[in-house]
């Protein structure tokens, strides 16, 4: 099957620890991006990916940090340093080439704080 | 600011009504438009798109689109709802070369039935 696979689907943070988050996709996109949700507020950009070996900041990448080492794995670190972590991670990728491009999304990551 | 709105936070329809939903956008020129799902459980999935062409967008499901440019807007309807469309639904928007989505902070729908 081709898509776009997290894990885990839940994952538990103690106080100062970091967590690594995993999104692969076989769908041979360049292009990956990390989201989160909050309830009330949407999804918003944390970090994106063009390119391997190229990422960008979104709007609140305060606290986190990606690599992209290979095409197909983009993952996600929530560091200590992001006070409130508790909320649903959305990987997605881009189809095509060019301006008229689509976003695909994983089922997602639910982290909490203990 | 750049945004995307969306005005009902919560919609409550009865099965077979007819829904609207509003999106409206702040940017200026050239802009792609997405409404996406997120049905109980599941993951974020695209219910259509509007690049250009047509303003009268078809998406799955027997929902549809009207982008007008005037209005900066972008609202989702369907002319009777089902049970089964009870979710959450978001309005998104892309604009300049690279696809940074931006979303609206989404309507939940609850269809009884």
């Known amino acids: 099957d081709g898509g776009i696979t997290q894990s885990p689907k839940y994952l538990f943070r103690k106080e100062g620890q970091n967590v690594t988050l995993s999104c692969e996709q076989n769908?041979?996109?360049?292009?990956m991006y990390w989201y989160r949700q909050d309830p009330g507020q949407g999804l918003r950009l944390i970090y994106y990916?063009?390119?391997?070996?190229?990422?960008q900041k979104g709007d609140i990448a305060e606290g986190y940090s990606v690599s992209r080492e290979k095409k197909e794995s983009f993952p996600l670190t929530v560091t200590s340093a992001q006070k409130n972590p508790t909320a649903f991670y959305l990987c997605?990728?881009?189809?095509?080439?060019?301006?008229?491009?689509?976003?695909?999304f994983g089922p997602g990551t639910r982290l909490l704080v203990l | 600011a750049q945004s995307v709105s969306q005005h009902n936070h919560h919609v409550i329809l009865s099965e077979a009504a007819s829904l609207e939903l509003g999106c409206n956008y702040s940017?200026?020129?050239?802009?792609?438009l997405f409404w996406y799902v997120q049905y109980p459980g599941q993951h974020l999935q695209l219910l259509l798109k509007?690049?250009?062409?047509?303003?009268l967008v078809k998406g799955i499901k027997g929902f549809e689109a009207e982008f007008i440019k005037s209005k900066f807007s972008f609202n989702l309807r369907k002319p009777s709802v089902q049970w089964s469309d009870t979710a959450e639904y978001f309005c998104?928007?892309?604009?300049?070369?690279?696809?940074?989505?931006?979303f609206g902070t989404g309507t939940r729908l609850l269809v009884s039935p």
């Open positions: 997605a990728s881009r189809s095509g080439r060019g301006l008229q491009e689509t976003q695909y």
């Open positions: 769908l041979n996109h360049d292009a």
């Open positions: 990916s063009q390119i391997v070996n190229d990422f």
């Open positions: 940017y200026g020129g050239t802009v792609n």
């Open positions: 509007y690049f250009s062409g047509d303003p």
């Open positions: 998104a928007v892309t604009r300049g070369g690279f696809q940074k989505l931006v």
